[in-house]
């Protein structure tokens, strides 16, 4: 009798959570969903380098998790090209000594999903994100501490971009 109460309790909680909107996370972009998409190279229109093939990955990273069919250029549906239009430096914090205590580092990005077969672009955005890190007098860690905050910038930066895409339809 015990056993047969929670196997009812079970198969209604279940119906109750199956009908109440929830769903997982990181489900497809509504944009995306469906389609087949790669994701070329960004031109880097700033001084930094290989900053665009870190961008790419941290983008290709948070589409895979994402459950996005990523393939080759010719047999892609869709094509993810953008371009890293500008990064700056910053001074943010300063100490008593008006010596820089924090830099920011700011990277603006445009980009556009095209559709291969007829060249539409069916979706366009830019964007802009900063990030800040700790100055040090080490020139090896400052270079370092640079380094981590382009890293992050980037990964959060795709985030961005992918949340984007998903408020976009």
């Given at each position: 009798?015990?056993?047969?109460?929670?196997?009812?309790?079970?198969?209604?909680?279940?119906?109750?959570?199956?009908?109440?909107?929830?769903?997982?996370?990181?489900?497809?972009?509504?944009?995306?969903?469906?389609?087949?998409?790669?994701?070329?190279?960004?031109?880097?229109?700033?001084?930094?380098?290989?900053?665009?093939?870190?961008?790419?990955?941290?983008?290709?990273?948070?589409?895979?998790?994402r459950?996005?069919?990523?393939?080759?250029?010719?047999?892609?549906?869709?094509i993810?090209?953008?371009?890293?239009?500008?990064?700056?430096?910053?001074?943010?914090?300063?100490?008593?000594?008006?010596?820089?205590?924090?830099?920011?580092?700011?990277?603006?990005?445009?980009?556009?999903?095209?559709?291969?077969?007829?060249?539409?672009?069916?979706?366009?955005?830019?964007?802009?994100?900063k990030?800040?890190?700790?100055?040090?007098?080490d020139?090896g860690?400052?270079?370092?501490?640079?380094?981590?905050?382009?890293?992050?910038?980037?990964?959060?930066m795709?985030?961005?971009?992918?949340?984007?895409?998903?408020?976009?339809?």
């Amino acid at each position: 009798m015990k056993s047969l109460r929670t196997a009812f309790f079970l198969v209604i909680l279940l119906l109750v959570l199956s009908g109440c909107g929830y769903s997982r996370t990181g489900r497809s972009s509504p944009l995306l969903q469906g389609r087949s998409l790669h994701l070329a190279m960004f031109a880097n229109r700033t001084y930094q380098p290989n900053i665009d093939a870190e961008f790419r990955r941290a983008l290709l990273n948070e589409l895979a998790l994402r459950g996005e069919n990523i393939k080759p250029e010719t047999a892609a549906e869709l094509i993810i090209a953008g371009e890293l239009e500008s990064a700056s430096i910053a001074p943010t914090a300063y100490s008593a000594a008006d010596k820089a205590m924090m830099y920011s580092f700011t990277l603006t990005a445009t980009l556009q999903i095209t559709d291969r077969q007829s060249g539409r672009i069916i979706w366009k955005s830019a964007e802009t994100a900063k990030q800040e890190y700790p100055a040090t007098a080490d020139l090896g860690l400052q270079r370092n501490s640079r380094e981590a905050a382009i890293t992050a910038l980037c990964v959060r930066m795709a985030k961005i971009i992918v949340q984007k895409m998903d408020q976009a339809f």
